[in-house]
């Protein structure tokens, strides 16, 4: 686990150098490892990168609090009610393909110019997956484990916080986990349409920068950090709960 | 004495344009302690009388009462334990499993709270029914004995006065259930529980109970019989043999 | 295990090594762009002049985003000619790509559009006030902080209100009331500042003191010296499509409203106004040189000669 855990990142490393040594492609474009790890070094000591890491992080938070809530709520009024569902079913249908950054225009214009709309274009991009994953989650929910807490007497509320929630509790966690991928490429496509130029920006638009003013290493630097974090938390978050629920429980919700 | 009693019950259910009548004007009582098998084809009402007895249902006609009182819901005094070996709750310890339906509020920290009374109860119910080395262990790493096992403990550490069994030992192979037939009789004469036992398995009936519901399929409603061989019983003695063969031919003759 | 891992590399390397091989037929591949301050390459790659003036060569025109995916394009070997403003032209050069200025191809009004009548002076946007140009060392983005430099002694003035969009999207905020200014180009500056409720703050050319050129063609060093003749042709290719244009107006706008899908009287309108003019020069590189090296945009005063053919 460990050893496999850097084989790949080496690997990478290594073919990366080969491919910068063989001359294939002009340096200005594909610079070495060590001139990325410089130019990387200098952003995280100038602390560029780790506030456009922790600002980017912040507007992730700011949408992942109310579109948990959201998808909560429109999951669980659509479990209790028919008529509920219909609209959040096709609400869902409706606005789950389409990319956040096609709504930009139309954000623009109701909502007006801020961060709010890269907030809001998160929001859009993690609201549906939470929401998918909620209700099919509670739907879900084996009859059998309904029974046995009727059976038992519990009341609505100990219906909800003993069986029901933890037995969606692996598809919930699904649907977490797609939403970090999905809040991760919203913001920092939005950031890079849409950014603001003298103040504070996230890591999309440090990338967009450096991109802009042909600072090559510093912009694979953005992109190398942007995998590390994926990496770190997939491995060191995601994995560890994993291992705690839905492995430990037998669940059929492990993969994805 | 006499404390489930079920009145004229009727029970059907839609099929095209008409109903299919699976219980029509149906009495009958159960004393206490009393062990009932509910004998019949698949597909014949008998899980849909055990959850008409049990409460998941409401009769269309008719009544069931418990000690008097008229049943509406499904009742913690009256276990279910179901054919399906997923049934525990697989986020919980076998332990925590066993305590949810009493001490369901308090999981993670019932050890310390628990009565001594209780504690007792628990490692006796664990003790005999031979999971004290799995306490710890969720139910995805249990074989199918092993869950129904669980699921026997956890509704008779729940203090029932009836135990409702829907084929629980259906689904796992003939020694454990040949195990699992013994584990539940020992626990039955001790525990004193009434027990309705679903079965399309004439010699399980035979084995394990004192009174069969027949199901016969003709419509008329199940036939009620005493089963009058003496315990314990040995499915292959002569007496056993013909007893099955007439329960047989019970069935075949409509 | 390792031995797929090298069959990879070795099949890789093959692969985009083998996309960068040269051929014998003398190519010339040029990025096409959408805008009115382009439209002489349109006309070029409509009427085909190149391939009249120089019938041997081939002629690849390639659709490409914006202007960091040109000068990505033409640093990959996928692109000999690259267009686009003289900042983001001269960033490039200042970090070393062997790229130089082979032509200009057009001079346009810029400017900053604000709600008429609201502000007389670049010190007046408010605290939230915000401005939108398309992004940072953009022309735009240049012209708007020698604004700020020339009239009120402070490049980084309106820094802080500065917002990324790209032209429409500007447009729309400006529109909407979203944003309260738009440093922006034609055709947007005209659509801007016609209505009655828009005017130009401040112009480029007044930012910058001079006329000075918009739109200039970059070629790369390499191509320069392996197809002299060819770049020849090339340079009288954009003279004869810049003649074109207006010499043959009519012709001209039927093959341009075609492509920008638009009637013809009202660009008609839009690209013979006397504010547009197509030509070769280039003006104002010195200006450029020194202001964004003297606000550390670029890292090193290039000389004229580093920067022209």
């Known amino acids: 686990m460990k050893i496999r855990f850097l084989l790949w990142p080496a690997a990478f490393i290594l073919f990366w150098q080969l491919l910068y040594l063989l001359e294939i492609f002009p340096p200005l474009v594909f610079p070495s490892i060590w001139e990325i790890l410089r130019q990387t ?116 509320r100990e219906e909800f916080l003993y069986i029901l929630l933890p037995a969606a509790f692996p598809s919930i966690f699904a649907g977490v986990k797609i939403g970090w991928a999905r809040a991760w490429r919203a913001v920092i496509s939005a950031e890079m349409i849409f950014g603001t130029i003298g103040s504070a920006g996230g890591l999309g638009w440090f990338i967009y920068n450096k991109r802009i003013f042909m600072d090559t290493p510093g912009m694979y630097g953005g992109v190398f950090f942007l995998m590390l974090i994926g990496l770190v938390v997939e491995t060191f978050l995601f994995r560890k709960i994993e291992k705690r629920t839905a492995i430990r429980w037998g669940g059929t919700h492990v993969s994805s | 004495m006499s404390h489930l009693k079920v009145e004229n019950l009727s029970f059907s259910y839609p099929v095209g344009d008409g109903r299919h009548i699976v219980l029509e004007k149906l009495d009958l009582s159960a004393d206490k302690g009393d062990f009932i098998s509910i004998l019949g084809p698949s597909g014949c009402g008998k899980s849909t009388l055990l959850r008409l007895l049990s409460g998941f249902l409401r009769p269309e006609e008719g009544q069931v009462t418990l000690n008097g009182s008229i049943l509406s819901s499904p009742f913690p005094e009256g276990q279910m334990i179901f054919q399906d070996t997923n049934q525990l709750l697989p986020w919980l310890s076998v332990e925590n499993n066993i305590l949810f339906p009493r001490f369901r509020s308090l999981l993670g920290s019932a050890e310390k709270k628990l009565s001594e009374n209780d504690r007792l109860l628990l490692e006796t119910i664990m003790d005999k029914t031979g999971l004290l080395s799995f306490r710890h262990h969720f139910s995805a790493q249990l074989s199918g004995g092993l869950k129904q096992r669980v699921s026997l403990a956890r509704a008779i550490f729940a203090q029932p006065q009836i135990l409702f069994l829907d084929e629980p030992f259906v689904s796992l192979d003939a020694p454990s259930r040949y195990e699992l037939q013994n584990l539940l009789l020992n626990l039955w004469k001790k525990g004193g529980w009434t027990v309705f036992f679903v079965t399309h398995d004439i010699s399980e009936a035979l084995i394990l109970s004192d009174k069969m519901l027949l199901f016969t399929g003709d419509g008329k409603g199940p036939l009620l019989i005493t089963n009058f061989l003496e315990s314990p019983r040995d499915p292959h003695s002569e007496q056993f043999r013909k007893e099955k063969l007439r329960l047989y031919s019970l069935i075949d003759s409509l | 295990m390792k031995k797929y891992l090298v069959i990879f590399t070795v099949m890789i390397t093959l692969f985009f090594s083998g996309c960068t091989n040269r051929k014998d037929d003398p190519t010339i591949r040029i990025a096409e762009q959408f805008g009115l301050a382009y439209a002489p390459l349109q006309i070029m790659k409509e009427k085909k002049i190149l391939e009249r003036i120089n019938p041997k060569a081939k002629v690849q025109w390639l659709k490409l985003g914006n202007t960091a995916a040109i000068r990505e394009a033409v640093l990959s070997g996928d692109l000999d000619i690259g267009f686009m403003g003289i900042p983001p032209f001269l960033i490039a050069r200042d970090k070393g790509m062997p790229w130089k200025i082979a032509t200009g191809l057009s001079s346009a009004p810029l400017g900053l559009v604000v709600p008429s009548g609201k502000y007389t002076s670049l010190r007046d946007f408010g605290e939230h006030a915000k401005i939108a140009l398309p992004q940072p060392g953009s022309i735009q983005h240049i012209l708007l902080a020698m604004a700020c430099e020339r009239e009120e002694g402070n490049p980084a003035l309106l820094d802080r209100h500065l917002l990324s969009l790209k032209h429409p999207d500007g447009m729309n905020a400006l529109l909407s009331g979203a944003v309260e200014g738009h440093f922006t180009s034609p055709p947007y500056l005209f659509l801007e500042s016609d209505l009655d409720d828009f005017e130009i703050l401040i112009s480029g050319e007044k930012a910058m003191g001079e006329p000075f050129t918009f739109i200039v063609g970059g070629v790369t060093e390499e191509f320069y010296g392996d197809n002299p003749v060819l770049y020849n042709d090339f340079l009288k290719a954009v003279r004869q499509s810049i003649n074109f244009i207006s010499e043959n107006k009519n012709e001209t706008l039927d093959i341009l409203s075609e492509v920008y899908s638009m009637e013809k009287d009202k660009l008609h309108d839009l690209l013979y106004r006397p504010e547009m003019d197509f030509g070769t020069s280039v003006k104002g590189l010195e200006p450029f040189i020194s202001f964004m090296h003297r606000n550390g945009y670029l890292d090193q005063e290039l000389s004229q000669e580093s920067v022209l053919f």
Request: charged share 10%.
């Open chain 1, 41 to 156: 070094g200098a952003d995280l000591a100038s602390g560029e990168l780790i506030k456009g890491t922790l600002y980017s992080l912040l507007v992730i938070f700011a949408a992942f609090i109310p579109s948990l809530i959201g998808g909560f709520l429109m999951a669980f009024l659509s479990v209790k009610f028919s008529f509920s569902e219909r609209i959040t079913e096709t609400a869902a249908a409706l606005a789950h393909p389409l990319p956040g950054i096609a709504l930009l225009p139309i954000l623009i214009l109701w909502t007006g110019l801020g961060i709010h709309i890269i907030v809001l274009i998160v929001i859009h991009s993690v609201l549906w997956p939470f929401y998918i994953n909620i209700r099919s989650g509670f739907k879900d929910v084996p009859r059998l484990w309904l029974d046995f807490g009727k059976n038992n007497s519990l009341n609505g």
